[in-house]
């Protein structure tokens, strides 16, 4: 068992099925699927005070765009540069493929994107640009051909600089309009939002509900919960940088669990003292003083193989590694969302900068699943064709035979019949069935 310098209870799915937020949603859900353009405009009245219609009109946006400081733009270009250039990478990746099974039988498969996507930016207190980013820039690199990007007002505000990032990612709609109803709107469609296929993008717990409720339905990303961040460190770890990141992620909000594991007890105290001493001057406090509290740990083990062990278990949405030979958690370590190796390189980075996409698995997710990437947003079908009678009559044969073993008599025959066409083959049930028509199929 670790040692432990701080400890917290660990998250899971379990602890997000809040009975009154599922309601809640499954209220505003049906108000939408029923009443469509008047319930969004209700619930967009109601909760964000948003009077306006939701869509921008490309004049308005335009405008929107015009008056941001020319450094905030040319930022949001980099950013958006470097998404792009790591999601066509991953495309790049993803080749179509055929191949001759047996003489004259071919399978093939092929990446088709999907057809309109529904990117949700999520806003509220702080405007994420960065979300525009990772949804819209990855999906159009995909080649989806429709994608409807919704963001909430921020006190009533249009959130400029999220327009502007949707704008600049390809968003071919764009709306001000946050929360369940703008789930429930790209997902149902209404009277002037036509449904999309699949939705993306992160948001609070209602819009992760309004997300489960219409899965099925709808296509999302993944299901998601509050940000995680997870440091393995040794001894050679800087514990100001430590203490920093673990900082940086707590701000996402007062339930965001932020865990050190290390080797080294010395370096575990050193976080302790520099994170209470950074609290009480960050701007967002109010968030990350209440998630470390609740939620921080300080664990300490023997070594790095038990810590890489330790960490697999939370199957954290970030895991910075700051040790010596950092690398080493590409082969040791198998359950996260994202690794950052090296001190060098923050979960702000990913966030924010770097290019890696944001939207990450978290409350243990990371078992079964990575995050949103540009093969989130394509379909992989297959296809097959036999050109040779031959292997037709082949196939015919062993296909009669496995579905009668299943007792399958429907599937049985259209084997038999591929194999009677073409070697001649006598079948009870065909010579019987003809014996009373023409004669001839």
């Known amino acids: 068992m670790p040692l432990q310098l701080k400890s917290a209870p ?7 099925a809040q009975a009154d937020v599922a309601e809640r949603v499954g209220t505003i859900v049906a108000a939408v699927r029923r009443e469509g353009d008047d319930a969004v405009r209700r619930y967009a009245e109601q909760f964000d005070g948003w009077t306006r219609p939701s869509r921008l009109d490309d004049d308005q946006v335009e405008e929107i765009v015009a008056g941001l400081d020319p450094q905030v733009i040319e930022d949001i270009r ?57 949804t819209i820039v990855t999906a159009k690199v995909a080649g989806v051909p429709r994608v409807v990007a919704c963001t909430p007002p921020i006190r009533g505000e249009v959130p400029a600089a999220t327009i502007a990032a949707m704008k600049l990612a390809g968003a071919d709609e764009i709306h001000v309009l946050g929360g369940v109803q703008a789930i429930a709107a790209m997902a149902l469609g209404t009277e002037s939002i036509a449904p999309v296929n699949l939705l993306a993008g992160p948001g609070n717990a209602y819009v992760a509900e309004a997300k489960r409720q219409l899965f099925g339905e709808v296509g999302i990303d993944l299901f998601a919960g509050p940000t995680e961040i997870l440091v393995v460190a040794d001894d050679s770890a800087d514990p100001f940088l430590v203490a920093v990141d673990l ?168 084997g038999d019949v591929r194999a009677w066409k073409h070697t001649g083959r006598r079948f009870d049930w065909i010579e019987d069935a003809l014996a009373v028509g023409t004669g001839t199929p």
Not at 10 to 16: I, L
Not at 286 to 301: E, I, K, S, T
């Open 78 to 134: 980099f950013v958006q540069d470097q998404v792009r250039t790591f999601a066509q990478a991953q495309r790049d990746s993803l080749v179509d493929l055929e191949v001759e099974t047996l003489p004259g039988v071919r399978l093939g498969q092929k990446h088709v994107p999907v057809q309109a996507v529904g990117a949700y930016v999520p806003g509220g207190k702080y405007p994420l640009t960065a979300s525009a980013h990772m």
């Open 10 to 16: 660990t998250k899971s799915f379990a602890d997000t």
């Open 247 to 414: 900082l940086s992620q707590a701000e996402h909000g007062p339930e965001s669990p932020a865990v050190l594991i290390t080797t080294s007890r010395a370096l575990g105290e050193r976080v302790l003292e520099h994170v209470e001493r950074l609290l009480p001057g960050l701007p967002t406090a109010d968030y990350a003083g209440p998630a470390w509290r609740d939620w921080g740990q300080v664990l300490v083990v023997d070594d790095l193989d038990e810590a890489y062990a330790l960490a697999d278990s939370f199957a954290f949405e970030h895991v910075q590694v700051f040790t010596r030979a950092p690398r080493e958690a590409l082969v040791k370590m198998h359950d996260y969302g994202a690794l950052f190796l090296g001190e060098n390189t923050c979960v702000s980075y990913g966030d924010k900068v770097i290019g890696t996409n944001h939207v990450l698995p978290t409350l243990g997710a990371a078992r079964y699943t990575g995050g949103l990437w540009v093969g989130k947003y394509l379909r992989t079908v297959t296809y097959q064709e036999i050109s040779d009678p031959a292997s037709s009559a082949r196939l015919g044969e062993v296909c009669g035979r496995a579905a009668r073993v299943e007792l399958f008599e429907g599937h049985a025959r259209s």
